[in-house]
């Protein structure tokens, strides 16, 4: 059974920084595609950062050059560092995991199965 649990999640200033955590257990970590995703009040989720089995990596452009998505595979831990918030960042986090679909890993949520309860993330200005 896949299982994903995030933390690290608050409330912080505009300009300021967090880092979210997802550890994963139930299947073999480094192979999968690994995904942050964030869905804001009254709006839909949205992809934020995709981390390939092979270590690629793909952003929304409104976090491209903020935020860092990276994996520990010892520790079956995926991590997205946030920096430079803003309080358009304010959302729930939920980190996503599958398989590749074709060697493809969806920057979409309709490519991941498995899903973390949420941490949430309040910027304040």
């Known amino acids: 059974q896949v299982q994903l649990k995030e933390s690290g999640g608050g409330s912080v200033q505009a300009g300021g920084s967090l880092r979210l955590s997802c550890t994963v257990a139930?299947?073999?970590?480094?192979?999968?595609?690994m995904a942050w995703f964030r869905q804001a009040p009254e709006k839909g989720r949205e992809a934020v950062a995709v981390?390939?089995?092979?270590?690629?990596?793909k952003y929304a452009d409104s976090v491209k050059g903020r935020f860092t998505i990276s994996r520990d595979n010892a520790k079956n831990t995926l991590y997205l560092q946030m920096d430079s918030l803003k309080p358009e960042d304010t959302a729930k986090y939920s980190c996503?995991?599958?398989?590749?679909?074709?060697?493809?890993?969806?920057?979409?949520?309709?490519?991941?199965?498995?899903w973390g309860q949420g941490t949430q993330v309040t910027v304040s200005s």
């Open positions: 981390l390939n089995s092979d270590g690629s990596t």
């Open positions: 139930g299947y073999t970590y480094s192979t999968y595609c």
């Open positions: 996503a995991a599958d398989r590749p679909r074709g060697g493809y890993c969806y920057f979409d949520m309709r490519g991941y199965n498995y």
